[in-house]
């Protein structure tokens, strides 16, 4: 075929705005795959720091910990299979931070205002972002399982036997997708408007990971009123919820204001999920002169 005909064939059949934004999409998304992966240090702080704290304060707070009112009576708890599902939620969030950061980095590139100017549409930079994002996410989240049974081989945790079915360890994966997508989205929001890496970490020390630590991730809060009221009004709160309700299907965790059920979790985590995506897009498609600085 000469370049002639293919020409000709191009302008017969132009991309449409669909395929054009799909393209757009699956080349962002793999230039922040093929990032991630060149950064090693990325890779092991991603792993290593909710590895840390995992065992370090699984270790340390054993001990002192009360079972939670929502375990039904004559069940067993230890705090390290209480933690899981948060320090599951810290992988997600810490995972959501470093990818959506990496818009600052691409705005004093100029590589930013390059695709806000090319015909590529608008939609398909926040696509690129969420999905390579949760992408990376949810992966690292199934390294940190994978690698349980050798933390706890090597007498630095326990067994935790999370894994009872294939339509259990599905449902798993689709809440992990789920609350992966939101927290990328809410990072996203979150960046986008800011042009100084050291003023994100500020946020972010202020307002995410209190936003995790108020989520029944690290202490159950049901001792007093007015922290059980932060944890209900918590988005994150039902994520990390519903996270543990699938993770821990034999132990019927009784429904309380800290705990909530799953019908409720589930919707709660999706609604946020769209909220913040479609916050995403309307942020994305403002057009002001912050976009292009």
């Known amino acids: 075929m000469s370049a002639t005909s293919v020409i000709d064939t191009e302008k017969e059949n132009p991309p449409t705005a669909k395929s054009s934004t799909w393209v757009a999409t699956g080349t962002l998304v793999r230039r922040e795959l093929v990032r991630f992966l060149r950064q090693r240090s990325r890779v092991v702080g991603a792993l290593g720091q909710p590895i840390i704290f995992w065992i370090l304060f699984g270790a340390g707070l054993q001990g002192s910990f009360k079972t ?167 988005p994150m709160t039902y994520g990390v919820a519903g996270l543990r309700r699938l993770m821990s299907p034999h132990l019927d965790l009784a429904v309380t204001p800290t705990m909530p059920g799953m019908p409720l979790s589930v919707a709660v985590s999706i609604a946020f999920g769209l909220v913040c995506v479609g916050a995403a897009v309307v942020q994305t498609h403002s057009r002001n002169s912050r976009n292009v600085q």
Request: proline content about 7%.
């Open 68 to 234: 939670p009112s929502w375990v039904p009576d004559g069940a067993t708890l230890s705090y390290q299979e209480y933690f899981l599902p948060g320090i599951i939620a810290l992988i997600l969030l810490n995972t959501a931070i470093f990818s959506t950061v990496s818009i600052i980095e691409d705005r004093r590139e100029g590589f930013l205002q390059g695709v806000l100017v090319s015909p590529a549409p608008r939609l398909a930079i926040v696509l690129g972002k969420l999905i390579g994002g949760t992408l990376l996410a949810v992966g690292q989240v199934l390294i940190f399982l994978a690698l349980g049974p050798l933390i706890a081989w090597i007498g630095l945790a326990p067994a935790i036997p999370w894994l009872h079915s294939f339509p259990q360890a599905l449902a798993v994966l689709c809440f992990l997708t789920t609350m992966a997508l939101s927290m990328t989205a809410l990072g996203y929001i979150v960046v986008w408007p800011m042009s100084s890496t050291q003023g994100f970490h500020a946020i972010m020390m202020i307002f995410l990971t209190p936003m995790w630590l108020l989520s029944g991730a690290f202490f159950p809060g049901d001792g007093s009123v007015w922290l059980s009221w932060i944890i209900r009004l918590n």
